[in-house]
């Protein structure tokens, strides 16, 4: 379970040239709420690789050097998918600050990743204020989330995914 967001908090951001105009602009919205921003890059809208700042700060989280981060591309997608392949993160690819309020009541999402190209700038902003605020709520949430981690043949499931 991750707590929710202190100020004073190093909070990691990155994202590909997709994203980095709006990382600039979320990462002056983090330092004025008083985080503590670690910007991972890009640096600029020259063409990149996004695989190159999804893995060290998803490396982060998944070590706990981070409590929490941000991901930025242009969908959202090829971010999320380099971070869901660290043990202990759940990234969760945000479009709405309802969703993002759920990210976190019911995933406990500790990697926030924004779609750059399909969300405005007040949207993103909203999002990631939400985000940073809302507490997981455990319960029946509790056990779902740490199933997460679990293999098919862990979780007791046949070969179809049918409860054995
Ligand atoms: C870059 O054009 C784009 O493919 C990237 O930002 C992202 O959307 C990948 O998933």
């Not at 902003?125 to 605020?133: E, F, G, K, P, S």
Request: charged fraction near 25%.
């Amino acid at each position: 379970m991750v707590d929710i967001a202190q100020p004073g908090e190093r909070i990691p951001i990155a994202s590909d040239h997709a994203g980095f105009e709006l990382k600039e602009r979320l990462r002056t919205v983090l330092a004025d709420l008083g985080y503590a921003v670690d910007d991972i890059g890009t640096h600029s809208t020259a063409s990149t690789d996004y695989p190159d700042y999804a893995h060290p700060l998803s490396q982060q989280v998944s070590d706990g050097a981070a409590a929490r981060g941000v991901l930025l591309c242009g969908t959202g997608l090829g971010m999320s998918y380099v971070a869901n392949r660290y043990p202990g993160v759940r990234a969760a690819v945000v479009w709405s600050p309802e969703i993002a309020a759920l990210a976190r009541k019911h995933n406990d999402a500790n990697v926030l990743v924004l779609p750059a190209r399909f969300v405005s700038d007040e949207d993103a902003i909203a999002i990631l204020r939400t985000w940073l605020d809302t507490p997981f709520e455990g319960g029946r949430h509790e056990a779902r989330v740490s199933k997460i981690e679990q293999t098919n043949e862990r979780n007791g499931a046949d070969a179809t995914g049918s409860p054995a």
